[in-house]
């Protein structure tokens, strides 16, 4: 019966994909995109990789679909130019890719290097327990280092684009005219959404959870505040700015604080590993939490007046 | 028992497809955002069920995470997705 | 030895202070940190001089496991020459960036995000590692090719990012099956695993495609024109003269340490051919521009077309001549960032002056900038390897290693390519030293002036003391 | 034929559609989804490949997080600089690309 | 206790293939999102009965309870969006005879 599942859960997912690519309306596309993200959710499931089950349902149904919805109802017309017209030579060759891929993914030689024992064996020295964590915020915590300076850029750029323009008013509703059930219902989920955005935080060192799928949640509410016109930016446009390189402030001050001890780059001190990443992480979470939220809210076009 | 469990896994991610073709058919953009809220729906099932049968209990907060989240998705298209243009298929 | 990170501490630290700092005197702040990172490089370069080539596990975690930064003869001279050239664009971008009150205030943290994320590439010897620090340096150069926010400039903004994220995308997928077939993913441990099999091929020829479009080599590179072209001078700058090559330099290094014997001769031929085609159609293209930055930008990619001859001149050849192609290449991935970086200094002091962007609008410059052109001048002098200035030797070097491997097409690829960089830098000089033309000029700070002159001097004092980088590009152990 | 292999190949094919998507529709958004399911792809096979006939490994499913959050940095800023561009220009399309 | 855990499980599986065929079947809007709301609160609801005998500790199950809740509470409000937004497209939008002529042919 597994196997039913899953070459279902496989073919639905090249439905979904199929369904993406060849709609004439855009719309549709991001909704079969949106179900393209869920459908993947299942599939790191049945992978055994909770964690990047989490991270894709929190980012690809909590935020990528949102973006896209939000892009789509700030373009005008969904008619677009007809696709190119030679179209047989591309298909030729991405069939040939594809044949090639999965006939090298048969052909493999065995592998002489096995990472998990290496990581198992030191999983006790690296503070936490759940070894993707241990990996991503001790082992290779350098591509971790990069990739928030990556989240951290790209929210420079957008704030970059947004300065350009001449402070706009931002033309939206008041606090009289939200939403009666919507502003309800908002403001009694979003302190669920904080805790469990804390909680997957805290469960991240034990088991499957962590930095990125809290900060995706943490963003997530944010953004529904948003959308139920709770004006949230307005408060702290200055804290904001801190808060979005505060995670990567901390993270790379602990990275180099502790050179001085001696111990190379991103060394923690053995004793108190645990508590170093957890610090980081939440640290991290809040940032990443604002960083993807700020994404969301510096994007152009919102001058559109919501007609409510 | 997990043959069991598997069999329900099955049954709802076969409904679950279906709804696919809601979204492709659907005439006008309300009635693809209702199938995405209910693939949501279906998804937190499809995994509460899955954390029985693959005995893995982190899957239950996969499913919490997916029951918060998916609604942030419709709010989204309400507020902010307005497609005028709804071409009959 | 904790110089290595100090040189991702220092940019990345300076890069969150003017970002959250904005009240402070941004130039000054980046110039003194900048001098700190070129301190750090020449301490980095003479301990590696005596000690050899050296690595560095962050965290100390043991290669596989962790990430290592390896700091060779070739990473440590890149890392001088990415200090050097940014030195001197921070300089320039004081003064230029006087007339650009708007994107003053974010050029900073992405101009530190993007040497950061140089300063990785050159570091890392870790393949994922790798593909993070192509990510943060798209991302950065984007945001920087946007800046100005105009229309142009995020439409060359849009087509860089689309072209760099397919890139990516190409080099993670080859990095995929990779670590399916190996389980590592550190380069060192790589070269002693790698076998000519199908997995292996494919990875390698679609990381070479995804590296071939972010080093916009001829088929691939029509997303570099408008974005060099189109970008502020010190950007245009920093890009040219140092982004584009990183992706060369990964491929460089893939294929000398790990793949050297899996390249069949056919495939380097192809990538040699490759190369030849952008000399002569990206001078060709130069040739025909009207606007004096697009021409230069175009430029680029016919100079890039160089690099591309490392491959048919080492692969499958004698020792000797691969050693020549090598040193010949490094060389010249040197001389030409020191000169493409002093020419499109020159080049914007020139369009602000003149106000206006067409190669017949600088008629008659000649009079009136002296030495903007005169940088100008010595630039396209190593461009077109001329026998004083360091292109020169690197072009020498690899005649020397086509004639020695009997590949004489490549050759005659050389000289013509020197002809017709030749054409349009002549161009330019013929329509600046028209005699009746009187342009009328804005007032523009020395400064400018100065630092394209140094960086062209550099480039020509390259010529003289060629010795000193080359004999330190020791080789990749591999091919010794 | 085991599970991590079957979600491997459907990466493959995932990833040789999307390429086809990128070149021949010219609509920037809908490269972007052409852009994020080929990332999708890619990943799968990064573990489905890593785990086929192996234990199940946390290194290629720390990279796959690693690159999602990547991957979410690169189609954000893409967006903000499209829709940017969408504002100036009102196209949906790069100038020279629709023949 | 096995037998009720198939009951209410099966029950479960029940109301989300009628939900699903309701959303598939149905002429138009408004009865499409009484479909998709069965299969929320009671197929859901149903489901998660049938689990809670099976779960290892307590947390565990009130983990799931609080899933349905909030999965309650969110279809409630998404309906309500979803019909408000449609009314507010198309005022005359209410499923009378002309109507659903109308719909049946595409």
């Not at chain 1, 001890?261 to 991103?266: A, C, D, E, T």
């Amino acid at each position: 019966m597994q196997f039913a599942f899953d070459s279902m859960l496989g073919l639905g997912l090249l439905a979904c994909a199929a369904g993406v690519f060849w709609s004439r309306d855009l719309f549709r596309s991001v909704v079969m995109f949106i179900a393209f993200g869920l459908l993947l959710a299942l599939t790191w499931v049945r992978l055994e990789a909770p964690d990047l089950a989490l991270a894709e349902a929190a980012i690809g149904a909590g935020l990528t679909g949102v973006l896209l919805l939000d892009a789509i109802g700030h373009l005008r017309q969904h008619k677009e130019h007809s696709p190119r017209n030679h179209w047989l030579l591309p298909l030729l060759c991405c069939i040939a890719l594809a044949l090639l891929l999965i006939l090298s993914l048969n052909a493999r030689p065995e592998a002489s290097i096995s990472l998990p024992e290496l990581v198992a064996e030191s999983l006790p020295e690296s503070g936490v327990e759940h070894p993707i964590t241990a990996v991503l915020l001790n082992f290779r915590s350098y591509d971790t280092l990069l990739e928030i300076a990556v989240l951290l850029v790209a929210a420079v750029v957008a704030m970059a684009l947004n300065d350009g323009l001449a402070a706009t008013a931002r033309t939206s509703a008041e606090q009289s005219s939200r939403d009666p059930v919507l502003a309800g219902f908002t403001s009694r989920l979003a302190p669920v959404i904080l805790l469990i955005a804390v909680y997957v935080l805290w469960a991240g060192s034990y088991m499957p959870g962590g930095a990125f799928q809290g900060g995706a949640i943490l963003a997530a509410g944010l953004v529904l505040l948003k959308l139920a016109d709770f004006h949230i930016e307005r408060y702290a446009e200055s804290l904001l700015r801190l808060g979005l390189a505060l995670g990567f402030l901390v993270f790379l001050a602990v990275a180099t604080s502790v050179m001085i001890g001696g111990r190379p780059f991103l060394t923690y001190p053995e004793a108190f590993a645990g508590q170093f990443i957890l610090f980081i992480e939440a640290v991290l979470t809040f940032s990443i939490g604002l960083i993807l939220f700020s994404l969301f809210n510096q994007s152009p076009g919102q001058e559109v007046p919501h007609d409510n | 028992m997990t043959a069991f469990w598997w069999t329900v896994a099955a049954l709802l991610l076969v409904t679950l497809l279906a709804g696919l073709i809601r979204i492709w058919r659907g005439p006008n953009p309300a009635d693809r955002m209702l199938a995405a809220q209910l693939f949501g729906t279906t998804g937190v099932a499809i995994l509460l069920v899955l954390a029985q049968a693959m005995q893995t209990p982190a899957l239950n907060d996969v499913a919490l995470v997916l029951a918060l989240l998916a609604v942030v998705a419709m709010v989204a298209f309400v507020r902010r997705a307005r497609p005028e243009t709804e071409e009959p298929e | 030895m904790n110089l290595i990170p100090l040189l991702l501490v220092i940019p990345l630290a300076w890069a969150l202070l003017s970002l959250l700092l904005p009240r402070l005197p941004l130039g000054l702040l980046a110039l003194a940190g900048i001098v700190l990172q070129l301190g750090t490089a020449a301490m980095l370069w003479n301990d590696v001089q005596i000690h050899g080539a050296s690595r560095y596990a962050i965290g100390d975690w043991v290669a596989p496991l962790g990430i290592t930064l390896v700091a060779d003869g070739l990473t440590v001279t890149l890392l001088a020459m990415t200090a050097l050239i940014a030195v001197v664009c921070a300089f320039y971008a004081i003064f230029y960036l006087r007339a650009y009150e708007k994107e003053r205030r974010y050029f900073w943290p992405l101009f530190w995000f993007l040497l950061a994320a140089l300063n990785g590439i050159w570091l890392a010897g870790d393949l994922f590692n790798l593909y993070v620090g192509l990510e943060l340096v798209t991302l950065a150069a984007v945001g920087m090719v946007t800046l100005s926010g105009e229309r142009h400039a995020l439409a060359a903004g849009l087509r860089y990012l689309y072209a760099a994220l397919l890139g990516s995308l190409a080099y993670l997928l080859g990095v995929a099956l990779l670590y399916g077939a190996y389980g590592t993913l550190d380069l060192g441990q790589l070269s002693s695993l790698l076998e000519a099999n199908l997995i292996t091929q494919l990875a390698l020829a679609l990381m070479t495609f995804g590296l071939l479009m972010k080093t916009a080599v001829f088929p691939l590179h029509s997303w570099l024109p408008p974005a060099h072209g189109g970008a502020l001078a010190p950007v245009s700058a920093i890009l040219s003269a140092l982004v584009v090559k990183s992706s060369f330099y990964i491929l460089a290094r893939i294929w000398m340490d790990a793949g050297n014997a899996l390249m069949p001769v056919s495939a380097a031929q192809l990538l040699g051919a490759l190369g030849a085609l952008a000399i002569i159609w990206g001078g060709w293209q130069a040739f025909r521009q009207s606007e004096i930055k697009m021409l230069v930008a175009y430029s680029t990619v016919a100079q890039l077309g160089y690099l591309m001859l490392l491959f048919p001149l080492a692969i499958g050849q004698s020792q000797q001549s691969a050693i020549l192609a090598w040193q010949g290449t490094m060389l010249h991935l040197l001389s030409h960032g020191f000169a493409k970086a002093a020419m499109f200094l020159a080049v914007g002091t020139l369009v602000l002056a003149v106000g206006k962007k067409r190669v017949v609008d600088m008629a008659g410059i000649s009079a009136k900038m002296p030495l903007a052109l005169f940088a100008f001048g010595l630039a396209s002098v190593s461009l077109m390897g001329l026998p004083p200035s360091g292109g020169f030797n690197a072009k020498w070097l690899l005649m020397q290693s086509a004639i020695q491997s009997g590949q004489w097409h490549w050759v005659a690829v050389l000289l013509a390519g020197s002809l017709i960089t030749a054409s349009y830098v002549f161009r330019v000089f013929s329509v600046s030293f028209q005699k009746d033309a009187d342009p009328q000029i804005r007032p523009t700070h020395p400064a400018l002036d100065l630092s394209a002159l140094l960086l062209a001097a550099i480039a020509i004092a390259l010529g003289f003391g060629a010795a000193i980088p080359v004999e330190l590009l020791t080789l990749p152990e591999e091919m010794l | 034929m085991t599970t991590d292999f079957w979600f491997a190949c459907i990466g493959a094919v995932l990833i040789a559609m999307a390429l086809f998507t990128f070149i021949r529709h010219t609509h920037l958004l809908r490269r972007i989804l052409a852009f994020n399911i080929m990332g999708s792809g890619v990943f799968l096979i990064l573990v489905g490949l890593a785990q086929h006939q192996r234990q199940t490994d946390p290194v290629p499913q720390a990279l796959v997080l690693t690159g999602i959050v990547v991957a979410v940095a690169a189609t954000a800023l893409a967006l903000i600089i499209f829709r940017r561009f969408y504002q100036l220009s009102g196209r949906t399309e790069l100038d020279e690309d629709q023949q | 206790m096995i037998y009720l855990q198939y009951l209410l499980v099966g029950a479960g599986c029940l109301f989300f293939i009628v939900g699903t065929l309701g959303l598939l079947r149905f002429p138009d809007t408004f009865t499409r999102i009484h479909a998709i709301t069965k299969a929320d609160n009671l197929g859901l609801g149903l489901l998660m009965l049938g689990l809670l005998p099976s779960t290892q500790s307590v947390p565990q199950a009130l983990k799931l309870v609080l899933i349905w809740l909030l999965v309650l509470a969110a279809s409630a409000t998404a309906s309500y969006l979803i019909a408000h937004y449609v009314k507010a497209k198309s005022p005359d939008a209410l499923p009378h005879a002309a109507e659903t002529a109308s719909e049946e042919q595409d």
